[in-house]
């Protein structure tokens, strides 16, 4: 069992740039593939960026492809998402969330094992 806590959301500017922060607690995070959902009003909740466990594979959205990194300090049990040159159309919730290293290779909400309860996400032109 691992808790999974979001910070860093806010108001932006479109054109803007903003890092937001998932911090672990609980069982040993490296044991973990991470990644970062979306969702915005209105919508579904879509995939936006992950990493693996080992090998730090990375993977992203084409929507946010070029302007979206996902990063991860296992030390310090943490995973970031830098999010560049920020649109009107990323406005949404962002959550955390785990899977069990090996459980799945599919980015899909049915495939993750643990969910941060997100954080807030505003960018305005």
């Known amino acids: 069992q691992i808790q999974l806590v979001e910070s860093g959301g806010g108001l932006v500017q479109a054109g803007d740039s903003l890092t937001l922060s998932c911090a672990a607690s609980g069982r040993t995070f490296g044991n973990y593939d991470m990644a970062w959902f979306r969702q915005a009003p209105g919508k579904e909740r879509e995939f936006v960026a992950g990493?693996?466990?080992?090998?730090?594979?990375?993977y992203y959205a084409d929507s946010v492809k070029g302007r979206v990194t996902i990063s991860s300090d296992n030390a310090k049990y943490t995973v970031y998402l830098r999010m560049n040159s920020l649109k009107s159309e990323d406005t949404a919730v962002y959550y955390c969330?785990?899977?069990?290293?090996?459980?799945?290779?599919?980015?899909?909400?049915?495939?993750?094992?643990?969910w941060g309860k997100g954080t807030l996400v505003t960018v305005f032109s």
């Open positions: 990493v693996t466990w080992t090998p730090s594979d990375t």
């Open positions: 969330a785990a899977r069990f290293f090996g459980y799945s290779s599919t980015w899909v909400e049915s495939a993750m094992n643990y």
